[in-house]
């Protein structure tokens, strides 16, 4: 737990990653096995600790692909004394690392945002580090905004841009593809698998966004995993490079943020605040940075090399090794 009141209150929400919905579409997409688990203390009723494992066909826990996070949901007591959450997060995240360290896991794997005590896994020599991601309460505050944000909309406004929730998803995939053919990656999600995403949360629970230009084309879309009353995840995103300056990103999420507001949202997550130009036109929202845990499992070659090879070092050594 930190003594911060957005930290805490992120941990106690639950989050749209625990959706049947989307732990079926993980299942099928990826061929992982999903199970949720459950840590309480033994004889007490509170606290306890809800979340949801990927396994692999060896039962190794795994963060399958266009996963932000494993999703976790803490529950204290009626309490607010930080000595008395710092206890009780050790008492449930002990029987989480006590599980990890049984089943194994592989890879890194992520704790959502909000969720930074990792002395439990520090103490049982887990890999630790932290990553960032910006997250926010909704409905979605102006006052901490950079001015190009409004600056932006009321141009993409001007000149005659639209944006509005969207079932449409060759649209959507239309604009990811657009990204993905600018920075050359792939989000692994052809049209059919955002269709089959969407009967299997239900339209209250996978959002669909598109910006649109004068003509009607699509230049911006946008996926959110919404839950009310819930965290809800910012999924995909992707834009036109021709039509970025004109304020169309600005425009497109400043209406997600508002229909999601409406629809009951509590919480939003922009889900990662790691590369820097990424993390850049995030801030310029003024949401809070948020640190979450992450845990890597460690071969013993690397864990020899990481202690035999001088921290300063290990950048010129792999640069070496991946140039043989």
């Given at each position: 737990?930190?003594?911060?009141?957005?930290?805490?209150?992120?941990?106690?929400?639950?989050?749209?990653?625990?959706?049947?919905?989307?732990?079926?579409?993980?299942?099928?997409?990826?061929?992982?096995?999903?199970?949720?688990?459950?840590?309480?203390p033994?004889?007490?009723?509170?606290?306890?600790?809800?979340?949801?494992?990927?396994?692999?066909?060896?039962?190794?826990?795994?963060?399958?692909?266009?996963?932000?996070?494993?999703?976790?949901?803490?529950?204290?007591?009626?309490t607010?004394?930080?000595?008395?959450?710092?206890?009780?997060?050790?008492?449930?995240?002990?029987?989480?690392?006590?599980?990890?360290?049984?089943?194994?896991?592989?890879?890194?794997?992520?704790?959502?945002?909000?969720?930074?005590?990792?002395?439990?896994?520090?103490?049982?020599?887990?890999?630790?580090?932290?990553?960032?991601?910006?997250?926010?309460?909704?409905?979605?505050e102006?006052?901490?905004?950079?001015?190009?944000?409004?600056?932006?909309?009321?141009?993409?406004?001007?000149?005659?841009?639209?944006?509005?929730?969207?079932?449409?998803?060759?649209?959507?995939?239309?604009?990811?593809?657009?990204?993905?053919?600018?920075?050359?990656?792939?989000?692994?999600?052809?049209?059919?698998?955002?269709?089959?995403?969407?009967?299997?949360?239900?339209?209250d629970?996978?959002?669909?966004?598109?910006?649109?230009d004068?003509?009607?084309?699509?230049?911006?879309?946008?996926?959110?995993?919404?839950?009310?009353?819930?965290?809800?995840?910012?999924?995909?995103?992707?834009?036109?490079?021709?039509?970025?300056?004109?304020?169309?990103?600005?425009?497109?999420?400043?209406?997600?943020?508002?229909?999601?507001?409406?629809?009951?949202?509590?919480?939003?997550?922009?889900c990662?605040?790691?590369?820097?130009?990424?993390?850049?036109?995030?801030?310029?929202?003024?949401?809070?940075?948020?640190?979450?845990?992450?845990?890597?499992?460690?071969?013993?070659?690397?864990?020899?090399?990481?202690?035999?090879?001088?921290?300063?070092?290990?950048?010129?050594?792999?640069?070496?090794?991946?140039?043989?």
């Amino acid at each position: 737990m930190m003594h911060d009141p957005l930290c805490n209150a992120l941990m106690t929400a639950r989050s749209a990653l625990f959706l049947e919905g989307w732990l079926k579409f993980n299942e099928e997409k990826w061929g992982y096995r999903a199970e949720r688990v459950f840590f309480q203390p033994a004889g007490k009723e509170l606290p306890t600790l809800e979340g949801v494992f990927y396994l692999n066909r060896r039962g190794h826990v795994v963060m399958p692909p266009r996963n932000p996070y494993l999703p976790l949901h803490f529950t204290p007591t009626s309490t607010e004394q930080p000595y008395r959450l710092y206890t009780q997060w050790l008492e449930v995240s002990e029987l989480l690392a006590s599980d990890l360290e049984k089943r194994g896991f592989r890879g890194t794997i992520s704790f959502p945002s909000g969720f930074t005590d990792g002395r439990s896994f520090q103490w049982k020599s887990f890999s630790t580090n932290f990553r960032y991601s910006f997250a926010t309460r909704l409905p979605v505050e102006q006052t901490n905004q950079d001015p190009s944000v409004h600056k932006n909309i009321n141009k993409a406004i001007r000149l005659g841009y639209r944006a509005q929730a969207t079932t449409d998803w060759e649209a959507i995939h239309f604009c990811l593809k657009k990204t993905e053919d600018a920075k050359a990656f792939s989000h692994m999600t052809p049209p059919k698998d955002l269709a089959r995403l969407s009967e299997l949360l239900g339209q209250d629970h996978c959002l669909g966004y598109v910006c649109r230009d004068s003509a009607g084309s699509p230049v911006s879309g946008q996926i959110k995993i919404f839950l009310a009353d819930g965290i809800s995840i910012d999924w995909s995103a992707g834009t036109d490079r021709e039509h970025l300056k004109n304020g169309v990103n600005q425009l497109i999420y400043e209406d997600s943020f508002t229909d999601m507001a409406a629809r009951g949202g509590r919480f939003f997550d922009l889900c990662g605040a790691n590369i820097k130009p990424v993390a850049n036109a995030k801030a310029t929202w003024g949401f809070p940075l948020i640190p979450y845990l992450t845990l890597t499992h460690e071969t013993a070659q690397r864990k020899l090399a990481r202690l035999l090879v001088p921290k300063a070092l290990r950048p010129s050594i792999r640069r070496f090794l991946k140039g043989v």
